[in-house]
Structures are given as structure tokens and as C-alpha cells.
């Protein structure tokens, strides 16, 4: 990402960061708690002024320089925290609230958004990739103890922290969009694509529960009962409808009637959801692009097995594919598919992926226990 002109806009922008500084400061400093170390302290305070003024330059500037200077932030900031302890959730809700705190001020004086928020969200998230990074090769240098539980929940909660933070603001003005869409459709019973807009809204709304589903699968309320895999498939399919019309991608089932699965049905959806979207995204320039589902049942396990006809998935990302952060597209978070892994585990089972220049196939295996 990069700001190749200065506009109009930025140059605004730029203005209203300066003269405002210290009055964001205090919007963030009232959200934040500080630890009460006053090294610590006088440490957060010294890196959220650092990431303030390359937020300032990268508007200025090409944005070269600020990335360097983010990296070079963000090994400061790992270093300075692993000596005092503390945690990477504690580390990354920081910048969480950075984050808020800019956009809760700058939205009441900034109207258009769309000009300033991405480089918001773009640096904030370069910020806490080069903090994993670096805390967790620290870490592992200095040889500290920290248990595999330990480990597995810290990285669950420090993932759905960095998650909830956003989905809230992109949650609410799609519940306004959708709720004005209904009026004008009771309003305007005849009005075209109304009901094209809703779904879509749908679909956001289910890429959007995906990261919801990370930070609250560990306290879901709802109780494991059997569901069927046929008419859990069926649903997913007539909902992604417009999707797959709109990309001309054929969706062909071989799916066994009988075959139910005990666990909970909406987490099991999410994972199917997930695997299906990820395929129409990559088969935007397949030619004849295909979507094959298959479900059956041995004397050993229950498999359902989603083949998509698109590109073959370079091996080094295939290694890592359910690891987070990692991600074959462009657009991608790389949280999508580490979350399913997740969730099938949860419900015993094992979540694979297997690829060539025929097909990519996810194979979900749930084995029978007697």
C-alpha cells in the first residue's frame, strides 16, 4: 500500500493530525489503562508518539521510510515489553485502542473515511504482525517457559482481542445498511435488487461472524446435537447462491442423505462457509470454474470433502496454510482457515488440505468412536 500523491484530502488530513495531537492523546490515554510501572509507562506513551508521527509521514510520503520505521518500532516495542514480562495480548490491545481512539476523533471532524481509514488500519496491522514476529523469535531465544496449553489459549485469546476490536465498527453501520434496505423493500415492494443487496449484506455479515467465532467459540452457551451434513450443505449452497452465479462458478454435490453429525451445528457451518468462500475467491480466473462437495461415511469416520478446480497452492504456503497470518490471497487475513482447523480439532476431528494442478482439496474427517 502506498500514497503515491499528496491530495487535497491528505494534506487536510495531515494538518488536522498535528494541530490535533495532543487532544487524540488524551482520547486514547482515557481508554487505555497504563501499568502503573513508570518505566512501562513512560515506554507506551514514548511508542504510541513514534506511531503517530509515521502515521503523519506515511500520509506525507511515499511510505517507504514508514515502513522501515514500523519494523524497526515494532522490535523496539517487543524488546522493551518481553524484559518487563508481559504479555503479547497485553502488548496488542495497545494498539487496538490506538486505533480506536484515532478514529473515534478524527470521524467526529474527518467526515469521509474512506480517504484516511485504510492507512489507519494498514499500519496498525503491520505494527502488530512485526510484534509477533519479533516477540515470539525473542522469546524463543531467551528459552522461556511457556507451556503448550499455555501457549494454544494465549494465541486463541491474543487472536480474538485483535479481531473484536474491529468487527464492532464494521458490525454496525452493515446492521444501518441492512435495516435501510429492508425499509426501502417494505416501502418500495417492486424495487429491484433489493433482495440481491440483503444476501450480500448476509454473506458480510458471515465473513465478518468468522472472526467473531474465534473469541467465543472457548464460551459458547448453545449444547452439541445432532444435525444433518445434507441439509447443513444444502443451506450453505442456496445462501452463496449469488456469489456463485455472480463468479459463474458451478457447484456439484455428491452428498449422502443420511449422514448427521453430532457437535455444534453453527461452528460446523462456519467451517464450510469458510472452505466454500475461500474457493470462490480463488476461481475468479479459472476457466469452467468448479466446486465439487462430497460427504460419505465408512466403517471408520464420517468425510466431507470440498475440491475446488482453481490454481495449485504453492507449496511453502501449503506447509503453513493453517497457521494464522498465513494466506494465499491478496485481500486475505490468513485467520480464516487457522479458526476451521480450531473448530474441527474441537469437535475431535482433523481438518487437511491437498493440492495439484488439477485441484485443491479440504478433507474434514470425523472418526467413529464405539
Known amino acids: 500500500m502506498e500514497v503515491s500523491k499528496l491530495t487535497t484530502d491528505h494534506r487536510y488530513l495531515v494538518d488536522f493530525l498535528q494541530t490535533n495531537r495532543q487532544q487524540i492523546y488524551t482520547e486514547w490515554q482515557k481508554q487505555n489503562f497504563i501499568p502503573p510501572d513508570k518505566a512501562i509507562k513512560k515506554e507506551i506513551i514514548e511508542n504510541t508518539i513514534s506511531f503517530y508521527n509515521i502515521l503523519i509521514d506515511y500520509i506525507q510520503n511515499d511510505g517507504s521510510q514508514s515502513c522501515k520505521d514500523i519494523q524497526s518500532l515494532a522490535k523496539l516495542i517487543a524488546s522493551q515489553r518481553i524484559k518487563k514480562g508481559m504479555y503479547l ?24 473515511a474512506s480517504n484516511w481509514q485504510p492507512t489507519v488500519d494498514y499500519l496498525i496491522h ?52 441492512k435495516g435501510f434496505v429492508q425499509l426501502l423493500k417494505s416501502e418500495n415492494p417492486t424495487l429491484k435488487y433489493a433482495d440481491i443487496i440483503l444476501n450480500e449484506l448476509e454473506q458480510l455479515n458471515a465473513r465478518i461472524s468468522q472472526f467473531l467465532l474465534l473469541s467465543r467459540k472457548e464460551n459458547t452457551q448453545s449444547q452439541p446435537t445432532f444435525f444433518s451434513i445434507h441439509n447443513l450443505i444444502e443451506e450453505i449452497i442456496t445462501f452463496t447462491y449469488p456469489s456463485t452465479v455472480n463468479s459463474n462458478v458451478t457447484i456439484a454435490t455428491d452428498i449422502d442423505p443420511t ?58 504456503i501449503l506447509s503453513e496454510i493453517f497457521k494464522p497470518f498465513i494466506t494465499n490471497k491478496q485481500s486475505g487475513t490468513g485467520l480464516g482457515l487457522f479458526v476451521c482447523k480450531e473448530i474441527i480439532e474441537k469437535h475431535n476431528g482433523w481438518l487437511n488440505c491437498s493440492t495439484s494442478k488439477k485441484e485443491t482439496r479440504f478433507t474434514i474427517t470425523f472418526p467413529i468412536t464405539k
Open 126 to 177: 503491520e505494527l502488530q504482525q512485526y510484534v509477533i514476529l519479533y516477540f515470539l523469535e525473542l522469546q524463543n531465544k531467551l528459552n522461556q517457559p511457556f507451556s503448550t496449553s499455555e501457549s494454544h489459549k494465549e494465541r486463541l485469546t491474543l487472536l480474538g482481542q485483535m479481531t473484536s476490536s474491529f468487527v464492532h465498527e464494521f458490525r454496525n453501520p452493515l446492521t444501518s445498511i
Open 89 to 112: 495480548i497485553q502488548i496488542l490491545s495497545n494498539f487496538s485502542l490506538v486505533r480506536t481512539a484515532l478514529i473515534n476523533y478524527i470521524s467526529k471532524h474527518f467526515i469521509i
Open 259 to 316: 449422514l448427521s453429525l453430532f457437535g455444534q451445528r453453527e461452528e460446523i457451518r462456519q467451517v464450510l462457509l469458510n472452505i466454500i468462500l475461500n474457493a470462490l475467491d480463488v476461481l475468479t480466473e479459472t476457466e469452467d470454474p468448479c466446486i465439487t462437495i462430497t460427504s460419505f461415511q465408512t466403517n471408520k469416520c464420517k468425510k466431507i470433502i470440498i475440491a475446488n478446480n482453481g490454481p495449485e497452492i504453492k507449496a511453502e
